[in-house]
């Protein structure tokens, strides 16, 4: 399908959801926003529809700081949500987040959008789980299913309760290519952390490669000197004798963490690591 087809269709996709967005909320849509791309052609396309919506980013504490300037810069109408508990309190209480385990998202991302329809970024191409997503669907279970508007709609949205959230995505079958050409051809402006990511997120995430965590130690040092204040924390405080006890220090903790691989493994190399890491050729 063309670009300018999935335009048409994604725009048409936010106007038919738009009446249940308002018999959810006055204040309609509640556009997730990153500062990433895909959160920025959501939101042109909220804009080219015509819709009411707000546009709201969860502030994780993460985040690179030039993401955060990105977004206040360029984008001074996104509301800024505060967490209770920054990434790095959470840290202190629960370690590091894992690719099964990931408490961060679960607490600082997915909370938000509550009692309305959230319109996010979300592509299919992106993992084989969300290639099995429909296009709209009530946020917990059956994500696979699609919700009938229609029906919903003559039913004047009766079976919608007050903390119920319903998601919608609306470039789930939009490719990357499809994304940056609509970026090019809109003029939008583009966040600096693409320069060397291919990917705009939290600074230490388990899905980041082992490569991109090692050079995030070095060239975020009050972030990482953060993030081994609380992990130590985390260590100290913790009553569990399996594998955290198995660590002297946050640093050694990071570390495994970054390699993902065994621990006998981990202990074999460890001391290698450190002196790479000292020596600053880690990268």
């Known amino acids: 399908m063309a670009l300018n087809n999935k335009i048409e269709h994604s725009i048409a996709l936010i106007r038919k959801a738009e009446k249940l967005a308002l018999a959810m909320n006055e204040s309609g849509f509640h556009v997730g926003f990153s500062g990433g791309k895909d959160s920025q052609v959501v939101l042109e396309l909220c804009k080219m529809a015509g819709v009411k919506y707000r546009a709201v980013y969860n502030v994780t504490t993460n985040d690179p700081a030039e993401t ?3 977004i206040k810069e360029h984008y001074p109408d996104v509301e800024f949500n505060k967490p209770k ?19 961060c998202c679960a607490i600082l991302k997915e ?46 949205f009766e079976c919608v309760g007050g903390k119920d959230k319903f998601m919608v995505y609306p470039i789930l079958q939009w490719t990357e290519k499809d994304v940056w050409q609509f970026i090019k051809e809109k003029d939008l402006p583009i966040n600096p952390c693409y320069k060397t990511r291919r990917r705009v997120g939290c600074v230490f995430c388990p899905f980041a490669p082992t490569r991109q965590l090692k050079r995030a130690a ?45 621990i006998k493994t981990f202990k074999e190399k460890k001391k290698q690591l450190k002196i790479e890491f000292d020596n600053g050729t880690t990268d």
């Open 111 to 156: 909370t938000a959008g509550v009692g309305f329809v959230v319109l996010t970024g979300v592509r299919a191409e992106e993992s084989i789980k969300r290639a099995q997503y429909a296009e709209i669907h009530k946020w917990g279970k059956d994500k696979d299913k699609t919700i009938d508007l229609d029906k919903m709609e003559k039913a004047h």
């Open 85 to 103: 508990e920054s990434f790095f309190q959470l840290v202190a209480k629960k370690g590091l987040p894992t690719q099964l385990h990931r408490f």
């Open 68 to 70: 955060v300037r990105f």
């Open 218 to 262: 070095m060239e975020k040092p009050k972030q990482f000197a953060a993030l081994l204040h609380n992990l130590q924390k985390f260590i100290d405080n913790t009553s569990e004798k399996g594998l955290i006890k198995q660590f002297d220090t946050a640093e050694e903790y990071f570390f495994w963490w970054v390699e993902k691989e065994n």
